[in-house]
């Protein structure tokens, strides 16, 4: 059984900062690449960013310059933080990890219960 625990979501002004954390912990044999999306009210999920077991960042053009991916590896942790945010930041942001529970098994994508981020005034 594997588990992804998120936390640091929450409501902050325009401009504000927010740092999202998640902890992957269970039956893991490997993490390959970890990230987060993030879903809108009536929108489609959407790609954030994800970063590499090397510590490769990518990011959506929309959050470029503005969040930044990093990961503790020895601790199965990725986070997201986040400055500058915008009304449009506003979403359940849902945090992943490709990884193996077994050396026989193929790759499987998990998912953490998502966190919400309000950007109001």
């Known amino acids: 059984q594997v588990q992804l625990v998120e936390s640091g979501g929450g409501l902050v002004q325009p401009g504000g900062s927010l740092r999202l954390s998640c902890a992957a912990s269970?039956?893991?044999?490997?993490?390959?690449?970890m990230g987060w999306y993030r879903q809108a009210p009536g929108k489609q999920r959407e790609l954030v960013a994800f970063?590499?077991?090397?510590?490769?960042?990518n990011y959506a053009d929309s959050v470029k310059g503005r969040f930044t991916i990093s990961r503790d590896n020895a601790n199965n942790t990725v986070y997201l933080q986040m400055i500058s945010l915008k009304a449009e930041d506003t979403a359940v942001y849902y945090c992943?990890?490709?990884?193996?529970?077994?050396?026989?098994?193929?790759?499987?994508?998990?998912w953490g219960q998502g966190t919400q981020v309000t950007v109001s005034s």
């Open positions: 269970g039956s893991i044999f490997s993490i390959y690449a």
């Open positions: 970063i590499t077991f090397g510590g490769s960042p």
């Open positions: 992943y990890a490709d990884l193996k529970t077994s050396w026989r098994l193929a790759n499987g994508r998990y």
